[in-house]
């Protein structure tokens, strides 16, 4: 079982600066679609001061910075990244906990988050194991992922 949750953090580290990358060379609406999908959030689950938050795969923290922003600073904020590299992001509030992981549930065993947020780390290779994963940190809330959409028509014309 450590192969395999060792491979499942590899993947997730991948896809975490893979999606950074995208947003920071691809994306010129980064910023806005970013702000767009911290208060689509903050609306879907209408989220009140001290809810606590637990965002996984948050790379650069580009997305965390907007969390805290809807959020005027009044939720508690866990960022967490898969990628080896292990340093904290640069401009991250000093507000956010942030924690990199080579292992789940490893700093965060015992504990339970209001809501679960992650973009685009869920692929064949590691959804079963990452969402049983997920569900432990969970207290009765909800779970968001935005995930891409590979049968999005734009994409496939560019391909």
């Known amino acids: 079982m450590p192969d395999l949750q ?3 953090i590899e993947t997730l580290g991948v896809r975490e600066q893979y999606r950074d990358q995208y947003w920071l060379k ?3 609406i980064y910023h806005d679609r970013l702000l767009w999908r911290a208060q689509s ?3 879907m689950v209408h989220l009140l001061p001290k809810q606590s938050i637990l965002e996984l795969g948050c790379g650069q923290g580009l997305w ?3 969390l805290v922003r809807v959020s005027r600073g009044e939720n508690p904020i866990t960022s967490v990244s898969f990628c080896p590299d292990g340093t904290r992001p640069d401009q991250l509030p000093e507000a956010v906990e942030f924690l990199s ?3 789940l549930p490893s700093a965060l065993a015992g504990r339970c988050f209001d809501f679960v947020i992650a973009t685009d780390l ?3 290779r590691n959804c079963a194991w990452f969402l049983q994963h997920v569900y432990e940190l969970l207290k009765p809330g909800q779970v968001i992922f935005y995930e891409s959409n590979p ?3 734009v994409l496939k014309l560019r391909q």
């Open 64 to 66: 965390t910075r907007q």
């Open 41 to 43: 959030f903050r609306h």
């Open 101 to 103: 992981v080579t292992s």
């Open 26 to 28: 691809r994306d010129p």
């Open 6 to 8: 060792g491979k499942a």
């Open 151 to 153: 049968w999005n028509v």
């Open 122 to 124: 869920l692929d064949q």
